[in-house]
Nanobody, 124 residues
Framework: QVQLVESGGGLVQAGGSLRLSCAAS????????SGWFRQAPGKEREFVAA????????NLVDSVVGRFTISRDNAKNTVYLQMNSLKPEDTAVYYC?????????????????WGKGTLVTVSS
């Protein structure tokens, strides 16, 4: 079993930055890509970003393009989400996820592994 542990959440003012980290206990063939989802109160969990462990290719939801960057450190089995120019509407619990393919890692219904989440609060 793979464990994903997120860190880096917190309270920040609008326009500020945070970096989230997701450390995996190990990587397996069922973890071709890893990514981030978020869930705001009363809303469904939505895809934010994903990255391939092998190629480094990335996918981001339109609402964060130009503000968020996803990266990975293969040696540390860790994925990062650098969030800049944060807005109050970015407030949510952010979840790390992993899937056997990039399409799986982008679909909350098909993700293989989930972290427990880290709260990001952006004040106006």
């Amino acid at each position: 079993q793979v464990q994903l542990v997120e860190s880096g959440g917190g309270l920040v003012q609008a326009g500020g930055s945070l970096r989230l980290s997701c450390a995996a206990s190990r990587r397996t063939v069922s973890m071709y890509s890893s990514g981030w989802f978020r869930q705001a109160p009363g809303k469904e969990r939505e895809f934010v970003a994903a990255i391939s462990w092998s190629t480094g290719s990335t996918n981001l939801v339109d609402s964060v393009v130009g503000r968020f960057t996803i990266s990975r450190d293969n040696a540390k089995n860790t994925v990062y989400l650098q969030m800049n120019s944060l807005k109050p509407e970015d407030t949510a619990v952010y979840y790390c996820a992993a899937g056997s393919s990039t399409s799986q890692a982008m679909d909350a219904r098909r993700v293989n592994y989930w972290g427990k989440g880290t709260l990001v609060t952006v004040s106006s």
